[in-house]
Every structure is written in structure tokens, then in C-alpha cells.
């Protein structure tokens, strides 16, 4: 097959058109760096784009009271106090100038009839600091941003797949990949790198994330490079997805149908959230809920597809169509289900990963010199259970301060090395990846991956079980070396789904490996054979490769913030 291969050469590469490869490659255009960002998505329909809930900063202008020490100790305490309090106190703090750029950049916030930006509680933070555009406050957000970025003229090549790093002697010098459509190859040079590229939610059989996105492209371009993985064990399982179409399980139901009054039963008509968090019911956190609906199910009392009903029926129908429109529109699409009428099948699905690229906190620079992570693709603010509205400003925060960085770095340089050899391995992985002519499909071994990681790391582990799903995935790494790829007339798309399965492979094992070490039970991290929580876990876990796992040290919790966390209640809010 005759591929051509091109070649560009650029001051910073962006790998990802999300929120947060967008805002960095914004911050380096504004800088006036030379940047090129690439997505395998287009860049209107990236994931970002279904965020819906809504964007943190303690902005007051709902309650003056609220400040961003307050919102710190807020994503601190929600965290189980596993998340990294410079990491925090820096998103915290920047969060207000995120907005300010959004609205710069001109986004549409939902306003007060004075011109105030509104904001509205959401569940564990102590005041309404959570502005919003509707209920699309991710796809307003990836507009402004796409439209700024086309002002400022930021090149953006959609449908690209990055396979590898290029790195010589420790540092980052670009990133070779192919075109999804016609399998042109790129050798893209740079003098730094920012991944952007996602989690790794897509590797569980029910999962928030749509087919090809999060297969955690992140963890292994990263790691292939040098770099180290931290807390891959932190999943966040929302507790309200979709059971049925097969082609849209784990499609989330916004928890804003929970938070208008919604109705948790399991397959006997029992209201059962009684047992879990008697005070707050359906108003309890994302893992308290998660984790009772997976409890349900698991003793036999869940529905006769295995899952748990969620009922908003009772409610006005004017209420539903006018405070919970994707819901009703959702259900309508994909299962001809009027919500107005009828109760909704659910279960947990995996919806994002909290741990990440290993990163410091001052500027996300990784382990490997020139190379950043931002966004889901990097650690350090979530800890072990992430507060609503919290994700979206840290594309923000990070995305301004990760660009600055990277615009120093490659303004301070004075040379740059490069490997004509290394761009040579990258090319002979894809060159071999396309001679495959195995048995193996590349699909199916995708669903052999999530169907081990949804039975052994789910919603509850325990140590048989995920020393099982090594034993699993070790069966599927040696059928990976069988595969068979073909691209045809379609384009590239099997070659891509052999390097996602590359990807879910590496992202798997560091979560299953990692969950195996975190012997306690910690926010979204549940061990049915260590039900209690560990203070001597309350480290990092971060994992470099195979059977390579250290701890690390987090730092105090500084004294003001630490005097401002306290319980809070759900009453009257939202949850996450």
C-alpha cells in the first residue's frame, strides 16, 4: 500500500480538540506561539461537548459569601483527601479569570434578569457556585472555544490519530500518527507537546463515553514516552446509565432527574436509598449512589435486565419538558420511552477517570521534558470522587497556565534534538500493524478488555477478582499478537481500533494493578475485602509499568483551607 507521509514542524503541538487541548492552543496563539492542534474527533463533537451540568468558580454573584478557599476545602473533602492541595488551591483560585475568558471569548451564560451570571447549587459544595448555559453548558463551552480558536487562525487537524511520542534522551521533539480517512502519515516536529487526549471510562462494558473517545490513549502515549500514570484506580462511576440500546449503554441520564425529585427503586418496587443514606436518599453522592445501585443488582434485586429504576413519572409533566428536556428527548430517541409516563432503566456507568498522567502542579509538565498533560488526561484535582461543575474549570485554569508554560519552554530553547531512528520505530509500528494479517479482531478483543475490567474493577472490587482480570488480560495482550488489520475503502478506522486496543491494554492493567495495591475502600474506590478506609493510604499511587507501582506523598492540606472543610448537606441542591 502506497501511504504518503507528511511532514510539519511546529513550536507546540496539541494532542486533542476538547476543551483543554482548545484553551492551551489558545493561550499559545494569543502568546503568538506557533501551535498546531490535532483531534481523531472532529473538533465540534469532541467529548467536552456533552458536559452538561455546569462550570465551578466561587464568583459570589449568587451568594457573596462564597470564596475560592471555600471551594477548595470543598473539592478537598469530596476527595477523601487524596487529590493534591497546590493542584486544587491553583484551579480554585484561577477559576474566576476561566470565566472571565469565556466570557471574552463570548459565551452565552445563563444571566439574572440584573446581568449577573447565574449560578446553582451543586451536591457537596457549601454555596451556588456552579454557572451554567442551559443544560449544553460543555457544547456552549467547545463553541466559544472552536470560535476563538478559528479567529486567531490556530490550525486544527481533525480526524488524526497520534500512535506515538517522538523522544530522544528524555525529551519531546513531536509526535508521529496517521490520517483516519486516507492513512496519510504525519511526522509532526515540535518543540513541545501538550496531551489533551482523554481518560480511559471507555475500557468498562457501560461507560458515559461514546465508541472510539477516553480508550485511554493518554495513559499509553505517555507512558511509551517515559512518563508515569497516577491514581488510574479512581474511576468515577455515575450511577444513572442508560441498560438498553446495546449501541448507547451507559448513555448517561443527567442527575438532574434525581435532583428535580426523581425516584430510585430496585426490581421489587422498593425505594431503597433508605438503606444507604437515609438523610439525603436520592440526593446522596455520586459514589453513595453508585454504589447502593450496584449493591441492589448484585444481591439479586435489581430489575430482569440488571438494573435499578429511576422514576420521574410523578412529577408535573410541564416540570420534565421544561427542566429535564435531554432527558426526555434521550429516552424518545433511544428507546421510545416517555419519561412522562413511564420509569427509566438504569445502572452505573463509567464516566470519568480522576486519576491520570502524572504531573507536577505548578504547570502539568510530566516526566518527560517538553511533554504536558491537561484535562481528564492528567491527575491531581479529583482525588477520589470529583465534585460537579469541578472538570470543566480545570480545562480552563490549566488550559491558560499549561499554554504559558509550554510557550516558555520552547521560547528558552537553544536547540532541539531529534531522531531520525525514533521517527523510523514509530513508522515501523504502523507500517507493522498493517501488514498484520492474524485472526484476531480488533473488536472483539475491545469487548474481551471491557467485559474483564467490568467484571473484576467495576463499582466494587476485591483482591480474587482483580488478580482474575490480570489473568484475563494477560489471555488478551498474547491474542493481540494475532491480529489481523484492514483498512479499506471506508479508511483507517481498524487500524486506529488496534491502537486504541494498545491503549485499553496499558490502561487496564495500571488500574487493575493499582486497584489491587489501594487495599482500603475510599470514595469512588470500594474493596468488599477492605471495607474500611486506610489513613496510611492517603498517598497517590503512581504506576510507570508493568508490575511498577510507588507511593507518593501528598502534601498538608494547608491550615486555612483545612479549617474551612466541614459535612455538607444536599438539602435543596442538585447533586453532582
Not at 19 to 34: K, N, P, Q, T, Y
Not at 269 to 283: K, V
Not at 528 to 537: A, C, G, I, M, V
Request: hydrophobic fraction near 40%; charged fraction near 25%.
Amino acid at each position: 500500500m502506497d501511504i504518503s507521509e507528511r511532514r510539519t514542524t511546529t513550536s507546540v503541538l496539541v494532542i486533542g480538540t476538547g476543551g483543554a487541548g482548545l484553551r492551551a492552543a489558545i493561550e499559545l496563539a494569543e502568546r503568538g506561539v506557533d501551535v498546531l492542534a490535532v483531534g481523531k474527533r472532529p473538533r465540534y463533537d469532541t467529548h467536552t461537548a456533552l458536559a452538561a451540568g455546569g462550570i465551578n468558580a466561587a464568583l459570589g454573584t449568587m451568594d457573596p459569601q462564597d470564596t475560592w478557599r471555600q471551594h477548595a476545602a470543598d473539592t478537598l473533602q469530596e476527595g477523601y483527601l487524596l487529590g493534591d492541595p497546590r493542584t486544587v488551591l491553583t484551579v480554585t483560585e484561577g477559576a474566576a479569570r476561566g470565566i472571565e475568558d469565556l466570557e471574552r471569548y463570548g459565551m452565552r451564560f445563563a444571566r439574572e434578569a440584573d446581568g449577573r451570571i447565574s449560578q446553582r447549587f451543586f451536591g457537596a459544595h457549601t454555596h451556588r457556585r456552579t454557572a451554567f448555559a442551559g443544560d449544553y453548558t460543555g457544547l456552549e463551552i467547545q463553541r466559544t472555544l472552536v470560535d476563538r480558536a478559528a479567529r486567531l487562525e490556530v490550525p486544527v487537524l481533525d480526524d488524526v490519530y497520534i500512535t506515538r511520542l517522538l523522544v530522544e534522551d528524555g525529551t519531546v521533539f513531536g509526535a508521529y500518527g496517521f490520517g483516519l480517512q486516507d492513512g496519510t502519515r504525519h511526522v509532526i516536529l515540535a518543540d513541545a507537546v501538550i496531551l489533551a487526549a482523554g481518560g480511559h471510562t471507555r475500557i468498562w462494558r457501560r461507560t458515559s463515553s461514546r465508541r472510539d473517545e477516553n480508550t485511554g490513549d493518554s495513559f499509553r502515549l505517555a507512558v511509551e514516552a517515559g512518563g508515569r500514570v497516577r491514581d488510574p484506580e479512581l474511576v468515577q462511576f455515575h450511577p444513572s446509565g442508560l441498560l438498553w440500546p446495546e449501541n448507547a449503554a451507559g448513555t448517561l441520564v443527567s442527575e438532574a432527574a434525581r435532583g428535580e425529585g426523581g425516584i430510585l427503586r430496585n426490581g421489587q418496587g422498593e425505594r431503597f436509598m433508605s438503606r444507604y443514606d437515609p438523610e439525603r436518599m436520592e440526593l446522596s453522592t455520586r459514589d453513595r449512589v453508585a454504589l447502593a445501585a450496584y449493591t441492589e443488582i448484585r444481591e439479586g434485586r435489581g430489575t430482569e435486565n440488571g438494573g435499578v429504576w429511576l422514576d420521574v413519572s410523578h412529577l408535573p409533566q410541564e416540570t420534565i419538558l421544561e427542566r429535564l428536556p435531554r432527558v426526555h428527548r434521550t429516552l424518545l430517541e433511544h428507546q421510545m420511552l416517555d419519561i412522562t409516563e413511564s420509569p427509566m432503566e438504569i445502572a452505573p456507568t463509567a464516566h470519568y477517570s480522576m486519576g491520570g498522567v502524572w504531573v507536577r502542579p505548578g504547570d502539568h509538565s510530566t516526566d518527560v521534558a517538553g511533554l504536558y498533560a491537561i484535562g481528564e488526561a492528567a491527575s491531581g484535582l479529583h482525588g477520589a470522587n470529583r465534585l460537579g461543575g469541578n472538570s470543566l474549570i480545570e480545562l480552563l485554569v490549566y488550559g491558560r497556565l499549561t499554554g504559558r508554560a509550554a510557550a516558555e519552554y520552547s521560547l528558552g530553547l537553544a536547540a532541539h534534538r531529534r531522531s531520525a531512528e525514533e521517527i523510523g520505530r514509530a513508522r515501523a509500528e504502523v507500517d507493522g500493524l498493517l501488514a498484520a494479517k492474524g485472526r484476531e479482531n480488533t473488536r472483539s478483543l475491545q469487548r474481551a478488555v471491557r467485559t474483564l475490567m467490568t467484571e473484576h474493577a467495576g463499582v466494587v472490587r476485591d483482591e480474587a477478582g482483580l488478580r482474575a482480570g490480570l489473568d484475563a488480560l494477560d489471555g488478551v495482550e498474547e491474542r493481540i499478537g494475532g491480529l489481523g488489520v484492514h483498512p479499506d475503502l471506508a479508511g483507517f478506522q481498524d487500524l486506529a481500533h488496534a491502537f486504541d486496543l494498545k491503549s485499553m491494554a496499558l490502561s487496564g492493567r495500571a488500574t487493575l494493578e493499582a486497584a489491587l495495591e489501594r487495599r482500603e475502600t475510599r470514595g469512588c474506590h470500594n474493596r468488599s475485602d477492605f471495607p474500611e478506609t486506610d489513613p496510611s493510604l492517603r498517598v497517590n499511587l503512581v504506576w510507570s509499568g508493568p508490575g511498577k507501582l510507588e507511593h507518593e506523598e501528598i502534601p498538608a492540606v494547608p491550615a486555612e483551607i483545612a479549617e474551612l472543610m466541614h459535612e455538607v448537606s444536599s438539602t435543596g441542591k442538585l447533586v453532582e
